[in-house]
């Protein structure tokens, strides 16, 4: 993994497909997993120890860290790799756990008590992360994704309510005239994640069954976002439009997390509205996505203009906007009637109390939110890198219990490699010149042991 010094902190771009026994054993020891170890040990008290616990971990891993498509490819690897075997602490050919063994272990590793000690190994990443990146979680993006999965009979009937069971999904994505143009079905899960923006790392994640509404999810991802990164450090959240509802934008509000989120249409019949506050005398209005205008009434016909945006004034709870005639520096005809003798031309506040959906504190007509909403693409890749570089969306595994646990374990190995971009030295491009520690990967690890990657 070699990262020049001009590449970004979190450069996923550089991942190795196949990483060399050295990093392997830096991933292997940089892994909080001791209360997990500990956990399994004892869930399996006076049970055959014919494999041990800290065994099938590492075999469990390794097929994520070695991107395997399927366990048993792993172990065939491992039976012919003789260092391989060494990192999972097997000394001959013939102790390499069988296919089943892995199986049976994940469904213990899927227990709730040890889903929660996976968990917590995430946000062990995500707080020191969060701790020496300052800018990591100031801008994020949220979206679902849908996972396939196969239902197991016999989990479904000694179901306890503890884990969401795999259900059939279903989506519809219309255009923009309300037309169904294109309908996705699956059967599985759905994926909740927020992530950062600018370092497209994951900053909480939630599975659910395929019939979960998206906008449910966002308290609980903001919930885990937030108690993962320093208080305050949330400023603003991307979505598309099945989070723009008054129960999501409330709820951003109060947390201070400005929403940028796209606009649902339902408006069927109507075009603009009149303000609140102004009468039919005025010529103030203002579209579905809560876009500002104002009329030019001396025009034959009248003439609609989109006013200027001129800021967000928080302690009002207003948004404020301008004449656009005299804000962009061109002549309007009815500059004389709405104008006078004001020095910035008509001003009008609007109060975003009227309708939170429609008058965020960022307003959609603007550069900023375009620019904002852009960042969208960011999950739209984390998406990708789970569901295709580590096999989030592998379809075959069977049960709910080994599910989460396949999940729970790529987002641990997304945290650690997370980790290690961001602590690994960077080269200055000669093959024999001296590596650069940055002061983030000092923070991280004093010792830098990732020096010898």
């Not at 997390?257 to 019949?269: A, D, G, L, S």
């Not at 004449?323 to 009815?334: D, I, L, N, T, V």
């Not at 999950?379 to 709910?400: M, P, Q, T």
């Amino acid at each position: 993994m070699r990262i020049p010094v001009t590449g970004k902190l979190f450069n996923w771009e550089s991942l190795d497909d196949s990483p060399d026994l050295v990093a392997l054993k830096l991933f292997l020891g940089m892994l909080p997993d001791e209360k997990l170890i500990s956990a399994l040990r004892f869930r399996r008290y006076k049970g055959r120890d014919d494999y041990p616990v800290p065994t099938l971990w590492r075999v469990h891993l390794l097929r994520y860290f070695l991107r395997h498509a399927t366990m048993e490819s792993c172990l065939a690897e491992m039976r012919r790799n003789a260092a391989l075997r060494e990192l999972a602490f097997i000394a001959n050919v013939a102790d390499v756990p069988k296919p089943w063994n892995i199986s049976r272990f994940e469904e213990v590793l899927g227990e709730p008590i040890h889903l929660t000690l996976l968990r917590e190994m995430f946000e062990q990443f995500l707080k020191k992360l969060g701790m020496v990146v300052p800018d990591l979680g100031r801008h994020t993006a949220g979206d679902s994704s849908c996972l396939s999965a196969r239902g197991d009979s016999k989990e479904a009937c000694k179901h306890d309510g503890t884990l969401p069971q795999p259900a059939g999904g279903r989506k519809e994505y219309r255009s923009d005239d309300g037309v169904i143009s294109r309908i996705y079905e699956w059967f599985g899960y759905k994926f909740h994640l927020l992530v950062d923006v600018k370092h497209e790392v994951i900053l909480a994640w939630h599975v659910t069954s395929a019939t979960e509404s998206d906008a449910g999810q966002i308290p609980e991802l903001i919930r885990q976002a937030q108690g993962n990164l320093p208080e305050g450090r949330i400023e603003t959240m991307t979505y598309d439009k099945a989070a723009d509802d008054v129960k999501t934008h409330t709820l951003l509000r109060e947390q201070n997390i400005k929403p940028v989120v796209q606009n649902r249409q339902m408006w069927r019949e109507e075009g603009e509205r009149m303000l609140p506050g102004h009468d039919g005398n005025s010529n103030i209005v203002y579209d579905e996505a809560g876009t500002v205008f104002c009329y030019d009434k001396v025009s034959e016909p009248p003439i609609k203009h989109k006013m200027a945006y001129t800021g967000y004034e928080k302690s009002r709870g207003t948004l404020k906007y301008r004449c656009p005639a005299r804000h962009e520096g061109w002549s309007c005809p009815s500059a004389g009637r709405c104008n006078k003798d004001k020095p910035f031309g008509k001003t009008v506040r609007v109060k975003q109390a009227i309708d939170l959906r429609r008058f965020p504190p960022i307003p959609r007509a603007t550069m900023e939110f375009e620019r904002r909403y852009k960042g969208r693409t960011a999950i739209e890749r984390v998406n990708a890198r789970c569901k295709l570089f580590w096999g989030a969306d592998d379809g075959n595994i069977k049960g709910a219990k080994r599910f989460h646990a396949h999940v729970a374990t790529i987002m641990v190995v997304h945290a650690l490699f997370a980790t290690a971009l961001a602590c690994a030295p960077r080269y200055e491009g000669k093959s024999l010149s001296p590596v650069k520690l940055s002061k983030i990967s000092l923070a991280l690890y004093p010792g830098n042991p990732v020096n010898s990657t």
